[in-house]
């Protein structure tokens, strides 16, 4: 499975995409802005009936966009658009398929951090809802599920900004983002659920 110390060549080729297209930046005022990464869910365990479970998610693609508003006092607010998938590597044994879909509308406080220096860091909390959904997730002997839940999701986020041009900036940051319990159902329905599953993930970004 592909994890985060295989990541750093990906972030090098994706800053080559971005690089002209950053979000729009100014002193103070509206901005908007597009970030796409690698996401890597967490292996999460949960209930099925009496039995305690795991799941295990290969790592994929998240891609954000946001409007968001900058005080001109090192204090910034977004609303925030994102969408994560990620494919089933581990469900019951090896041989499981299926994938994880999430669909999330965060509203976003960032504070920059004045080093003095040509990078800005910054660090940040956002909170909303998130709509996770399976896709087909079985493995050997086990029923299909699929289905979705909307539950509320937070996220914390580190990073930095460098100006590319008066109206441009880069962004690269880390992204923690975590949704509460949901159950998924079998298909067909009366099977044993999945219950108390919750979410995780790591996310790169670069903007």
Request: proline share 4%.
């Amino acid at each position: 499975m592909s994890r985060f110390s295989d990541w750093s060549a990906v972030i090098i080729a994706v800053a080559g995409l971005t690089l002209s297209s950053g979000a729009t930046a100014e002193e103070q005022g509206p901005y908007v802005g597009f970030g796409i990464g690698r996401h890597q869910p967490n292996d999460r365990t949960f209930n099925t009936g009496a039995t305690r479970s795991e799941i295990e998610f290969g790592d994929s693609g998240v891609g954000i966009g946001y409007f968001g508003y900058d005080f001109g006092d090192m204090m910034r607010a977004e609303i925030e658009l994102g969408f994560r998938r990620a494919g089933v590597e581990d469900f019951a044994g090896p041989q499981a398929i299926g994938s994880q879909n999430q669909l999330t509308a965060l509203g976003n406080i960032l504070m920059d951090v004045d080093i003095d220096a040509a990078i800005t860091p910054y660090l940040g909390l956002g909170a909303g809802l998130g709509k996770t959904k399976w896709e087909t997730v079985t493995g050997v002997g086990t029923p299909t599920y699929e289905g979705s839940n909307t539950k509320f999701t937070w996220q914390a986020i580190a990073g930095f900004s460098a100006p590319l041009t008066e109206q441009v900036n880069l962004t690269v940051d880390y992204r923690y983002v975590q949704s509460g319990k949901m159950r998924f159902e079998t298909l067909p329905t009366g099977g044993t659920s999945v219950d108390r599953y919750n979410p995780q993930s790591h996310n790169i970004m670069v903007g």
